[in-house]
């Protein structure tokens, strides 16, 4: 059985009315994975991720400060997210999600978090609803394993995974790649190993054409023991913030195309579910499933 790494705290987050950010999308998914024939035995609970785990990667004053509430007003407004305990909690849960991911992944091939993505966290602030950065906290813990000595991060969120891309700038063992929509969030982009900055209102095949090229491409040049994915939806027709022009089954073909290069190479793959801001719940949630067809997770 593919392991699912799931924890009610993904949606539990009180936000202000009319918030952009759709916290219910994580326990929707769940639900439905549910009535599609998986058993709540299916899903594996996280622990919080260590606060130290969390200095390996981020600034020391910048994670107390957060821990504790005493980010200033302009660090909370990048964020975008209201500070409160629950936060806290909540965003622990969630990176420690995909560390677990990753660790799954190595042991059975496949993992999906049914939360994860948070691409726009740098070393000393967050921003665009990411506080840590669980990809490159993730690929570290997958590079203490013995096989493991580079972990390729394949983002095909519509926004640019720069956050990633700045963590891991000095560092071999990660090797970032970024599928984005060129004229979209952030407005600044950073260096990933590589880069695909995507037309405004590219439809499938231009789109599929992009990532399959964009696959072979880093599989040569990274060689992954390991891969982590961020299967972002944000690319969808639908999405308020996405500006791409991609059908749900454009959607899952990308999915597929990502698992079968992995299984291909016989690379581990942990995926997280990224970005998508659909305001309608039960769209959203029928977007981000197509990750779980294209695993074999449900049907």
């Known amino acids: 059985m593919i392991p699912l790494v799931f924890h009610p705290i993904y949606s539990q987050l009180v936000l202000p009315q009319k918030?952009?950010?759709?916290?219910?999308?994580?326990?929707?998914?769940?639900?439905?994975?549910?009535?599609?024939?998986?058993?709540?035995?299916?899903?594996?609970?996280?622990?919080?991720?260590?606060?130290?785990?969390?200095?390996?990667?981020?600034?020391?004053?910048?994670?107390?400060?957060?821990?504790?509430?005493?980010?200033?007003?302009?660090?909370?407004?990048?964020?975008?997210?209201?500070?409160?305990?629950?936060?806290?909690?909540?965003?622990?849960?969630?990176?420690?999600?995909?560390?677990?991911?990753?660790?799954?992944?190595?042991?059975?091939?496949?993992?999906?978090?049914?939360?994860?993505?948070?691409?726009?966290?740098?070393?000393?602030?967050?921003?665009?609803?990411?506080?840590?950065?669980?990809?490159?906290?993730?690929?570290?813990?997958?590079?203490?394993?013995?096989?493991?000595?580079?972990?390729?991060?394949?983002?095909?969120?519509?926004?640019?995974?720069?956050?990633?891309?700045?963590?891991?700038?000095?560092?071999?063992?990660?090797y970032t790649v970024s599928l984005h929509c060129e004229k979209n969030f952030p407005a600044r982009k950073q260096d990933s190993n590589i880069d695909f900055p995507l037309a405004k209102g590219m439809s499938d095949d231009e789109y599929l054409h992009t990532v399959e090229c964009a696959l072979t491409l880093a599989f040569n040049c990274a060689v992954p023991d390991a891969v982590i994915y961020d299967a972002g939806v944000d690319i969808h027709e639908c999405d308020d913030l996405g500006n791409l022009q991609i059908s749900t089954e454009g959607v899952f073909q990308r999915d597929k195309l990502v698992f079968d290069m992995c299984k291909s190479k016989g690379v581990p793959v942990a995926a997280v579910i990224g970005g998508g801001y659909q305001r309608n719940i039960t769209d959203l949630v029928n977007v981000h499933l197509q990750l779980f067809k294209a695993a074999g997770v449900c049907s």
């Open 19 to 174: 918030h952009r950010f759709p916290i219910e999308k994580y326990q929707g998914i769940h639900d439905q994975l549910v009535a599609l024939g998986r058993s709540e035995a299916d899903f594996i609970r996280p622990n919080q991720i260590a606060i130290e785990a969390l200095k390996t990667v981020h600034q020391s004053g910048y994670v107390d400060n957060f821990i504790n509430g005493k980010l200033s007003n302009k660090e909370i407004r990048r964020i975008g997210m209201p500070w409160s305990e629950q936060f806290v909690k909540r965003t622990l849960t969630a990176v420690g999600g995909t560390v677990l991911t990753g660790q799954l992944a190595i042991e059975h091939g496949l993992a999906l978090n049914l939360t994860g993505g948070y691409h726009h966290a740098f070393s000393e602030f967050g921003s665009g609803f990411c506080v840590f950065n669980d990809i490159v906290l993730s690929a570290k813990e997958m590079l203490k394993h013995n096989g493991i000595d580079r972990v390729l991060a394949f983002d095909c969120d519509v926004h640019q995974g720069d956050g990633t891309a700045q963590l891991c700038a000095n560092n071999d063992s990660i």
